[in-house]
């Protein structure tokens, strides 16, 4: 069950309605997960500063999944993301900076339990 979630400065008005549909596929490729394993959230209008400017259009993001990162596959992923960030928010590699955490399954829960629950 992956999940990613940005945070941009960048307006919600500036952003394609579908940025999902355009995203989710970017992240199949990346992750090697299902689309319906995937939860995706994004915040516009934040307060962000990255390298000491908060003027210019800036992005964070986190990425967690249970397995499929690692020092090869978050190259990848970082590098297919920032394309997709580039292209539809507007906001350069440089300014856009995306942290990975690979989960344990007794660490995401869903459906009332965890997911090293709902996989025995």
Known sequence: ???LKIFTNV????????FMKKIIPVLVD???KDADKFTCMLQTDCL??????SSLPAATASLESI????PDQNIRIAELLSAVIH???GVTPGRF???FYDLSPHNIAKKGTTVAVLER
């Open 97 to 99: 900076v995306l942290t």
């Open 11 to 18: 307006s919600k008005s500036q952003i394609s309605g579908d």
């Open 67 to 70: 397995g499929h990162l690692g």
């Open 30 to 32: 990346g992750v090697k």
């Open 1 to 3: 069950m992956p999940i």
């Open 87 to 89: 292209n539809e928010l």
């Open 48 to 53: 962000v500063t990255i390298d000491g400017d």
